[in-house]
């Protein structure tokens, strides 16, 4: 191309460039859009770092643009967004919350956001009068309330409880019905059967009130309370003897029962009511009848509290008169004559004297009579009564747990009866008590009883006759027993400290005083007795010891499940734990001890079994380290032979340092098997 040419065509490059770039600034333009403009209708537009963002409305999520759904917030936290007692329910962008039928919000209003610091609180359902209908109270629950009828009143179903639910519902007072009867008594008042109402009873005519109560009343469930009235029938027992007299009885001793007197042959009536009758307070009728004859008696009187004494009032002195005595004896307990004894004695004397033998703790009537001289009998009575003297002793204890005794106030024709109160403690066990109480009769001049008493206890027994009123104390104590056998669960383990657990044994027998491990090689097994078994230590000087107590320990140190671990080389009680030997068998038993009142029992279990004792990696670590100690020592007194030899024969310095180094050499390796031998030492007095 020309020159001329170029030049004309560079101004037209020149446009052309020029419109390109115009046209390329319009397009430009043109492609920028405007973000707020593209929103979502549930969107805003947001300035952020310069930039415009289009973020959803509260209550909508989405990119902004495109699309703003609504966000269902009452499915936020298990609808637990608007608090307890609540209800949630979503509204298009945005929830409301309600309170659940019972509660109330705290801004009086029906509906709430929680962000407002509103909560729904319980609405006491009680304050509005009459809710439960009459004879009912009413009880707020959280959320509701519940009814419950009166004391004395109930539903038709028999409940209590109820809730309306905006039914009529009404309590009806109970109503117990006619009082129930009770044997041998009368209703006396009734004031009615419905609640609370009373009946009060009354004993029919000749029975008199012997324990309960006179009033039952109704109760708020229906019933009567009260109805434990026992009445029994009056008896007065037998009837008063009069000296001189006879009775006409036909032996009843109810209420208004009769005893008609007359004098016997001999005597004559002076004056006073002839009978007795039986009174409201169960005795017999004090009377004043008196049966007078001829007085042969004078002065009678009683001493030394089984003697009597008397002085002859006519007759000639010195001359012999035959008395009968007539005895009559009733014990305190028992409301019949217990004895009755007819003998004669004959005397001269003017003031005879009579001693009779008569038992303690009872009444007597004595009816002394004689024939006057007009061969007419004539007696005199008088009532004896003797004290309570010690109606058995020489208490004695045998096979532990028996007692035999000595009986002083009557024959073998006669029982008494012994009151039994035993009560057995233990200073070990202060939870434990032991009570028996029973009666027995005999007519054994030397009673006996063996009592069921535990082992290991001290007792006291109280033996009493009630009759007699009196009672004595006897302190027993029972041996121990053997311990209950110890709680274990047998294991077969391996290794050279096998690990155990001890279970506690209970104190049924007697105090649990020791604990023992015993290990033995398992062919001595067999030979085992848990009862003779020496208490060997481990470093027994007894050459022939297979076994040894590994450790004892005192029962007040024994944890419940304490763990045991055999052979840690310690001390438990004065027994040592030895390691147990390599490539041996043991069988392991538990020994428990009671000692108590110089007696010691025993019991024992297979615990465990131990299986061979391999050598372990330490141990044949030990006997190599071993076997370098023994080279290095016939290395040391090789070096030290050869320097001794080279000193004395040769002085160069040279051969003297060579020596030297040797010396040095010997001397570390001396330090180094002075290190293994310890240890080597060591686990061979682990391995015995």
């Known amino acids: 191309m020309s020159p001329g040419a170029g030049r004309a065509l560079g101004p037209l490059l020149l446009l052309l460039v020029l419109l390109q770039c115009a046209a390329r600034r319009r397009v430009v333009k043109r492609s920028v859009p405007d973000v707020c403009a593209t929103c979502h209708v549930h969107a805003t537009c947001h300035q952020i770092e310069g930039k415009s963002v289009c973020i959803c409305n509260y209550g909508f999520v989405g990119n902004g643009r495109t699309h703003c759904q609504d966000k269902d917030e009452c499915q936020i936290g298990a609808n637990k967004i608007c608090g307890n007692h609540t209800l949630c329910h979503n509204t298009h962008g945005s929830f409301y919350c309600v309170c659940l039928d019972g509660f109330r919000a705290s801004n009086n209003n029906k509906t709430f ?68 009867s009770v044997l041998n008594a009368h209703p006396a008042s009734v004031s009615g059967t419905t609640y609370g109402s009373e009946v009060t009873y009354n004993c029919v005519h000749g029975y008199f009130m012997a324990s309960g109560t ?48 007359q004098c016997k042959e001999g005597y004559y009536f002076n004056g006073g009511k002839n009978f007795s009758e039986c009174t409201i307070d169960q005795s017999w009728e004090n009377i004043t009848f008196v049966c007078k004859g001829e007085e042969l008696f004078s002065n009678l009187s009683i001493f030394n509290e089984t003697c ?23 014990r ?31 009444n007597y009537v004595v009816n002394i009579t004689t024939i006057s001289s007009a061969n007419i009998p004539v007696s005199v009575a008088v009532a004896i009564q003797t004290k309570v003297k010690e109606p058995f002793n020489n208490v004695l204890i045998f096979n532990d747990t028996c007692l035999k005794w000595k009986r002083n106030v009557r024959g073998t024709d006669v029982g008494d009866r012994y009151s039994f109160h035993v009560q057995g403690q233990r200073w070990y066990q202060k939870e434990f008590f032991h009570e028996m109480i029973f009666d027995i009769t005999t007519h054994k001049q030397a009673p006996e009883v063996c009592f069921d008493l535990q082992p290991g206890t001290n ?47 209970e104190d049924q027998n007697g105090p649990i005083s020791f604990y023992q491990v015993i290990v033995l090689p398992l062919d001595l097994q067999s030979t085992f007795i848990c009862d003779s078994f020496a208490a060997a230590t481990f470093f027994s000087n007894a050459t022939d010891v297979k076994g040894y107590v590994a450790a004892e320990f005192q029962a007040k ?36 001890i009671s000692e108590w009142n110089k007696v010691r029992t025993q019991s024992c279990a297979i615990w465990a079994q131990i299986k061979n004792l391999a050598p372990t990696p330490q141990y044949m670590s030990a006997v190599g380290l071993g076997s370098v100690a023994a080279v290095c020592l016939i290395l040391f007194l090789t070096f030290s032979a050869a320097r001794s030899y080279l000193h004395n024969t040769v002085s160069s310095p040279p051969a003297a340092l060579a020596c030297e180094a040797v010396y040095l050499s010997a001397t570390m390796d001396t330090a180094q098997l002075g290190i293994t031998s310890s240890f080597l030492e060591t686990e061979n007095v682990s391995l015995l």
Not at 309 to 328: A, D, P, S
Not at 350 to 361: A, E, I, Q, R, Y
Not at 471 to 491: A, G, K, N, R, W
Request: aromatic letters at 10%; hydrophobic letters at 30%.
């Open 113 to 180: 956001i929680p962000n407002d610091g509103t909560n729904c609180t319980d609405i006491d359902e009680c304050e509005e009068s009459g809710l439960c209908g009459h004879n009912a109270k009413c009880v707020n629950t959280e959320g509701s309330y519940k009814c419950y009828c009166n004391d004395g009143y109930k539903l038709e179903n028999g409940e209590r409880s109820f809730h309306p639910d905006g039914n009529t519902v009404s309590c009806r007072g109970v109503d117990c019905g006619v009082p129930p």
């Open 214 to 261: 006179q009033t039952a009343v109704c109760n708020a469930e229906g019933q009567w309370d009260g109805t434990d009235l026992v009445c029994k029938e009056i008896d007065c027992g037998k009837p008063l003897l009069i000296p001189r007299t006879e009775m006409t009885w036909d032996n009843s001793t109810t209420l208004r029962s009769r005893v008609y007197y």
């Open 308 to 330: 009597v004494k008397w002085e002859r009032k006519t007759g000639r002195l010195g001359v012999q008169k035959t008395y009968t005595f007539h005895i009559l004896g009733q």
């Open 332 to 362: 305190w307990d028992e409301k019949t004559f217990s004895e009755d004894v007819i003998f004669n004695i004959t005397t001269n004397e003017d003031n005879p004297k009579v001693c009779l033998d008569l038992d303690s703790g009872s």
């Open 459 to 505: 007792y006291s027994v109280n033996i009493s006759m009630a009759a007699l009123n009196f009672s004595l104390l006897v302190s027993m104590t029972t041996q121990i027993t053997d311990p209950p056998f110890p709680d274990v669960e047998f294991v077969a383990v391996t290794g050279s400290a096998p690990l155990l657990r001890l279970r506690k044994a």
């Open 557 to 592: 140190d024994v944890a419940d499940n304490m763990p045991i671990s055999l052979g840690d080389r310690h001390y438990y009680g004065k027994f040592y734990n030895a390691p147990l030997k390599l490539g041996e068998e043991y069988c392991v038993f538990l020994r428990v």
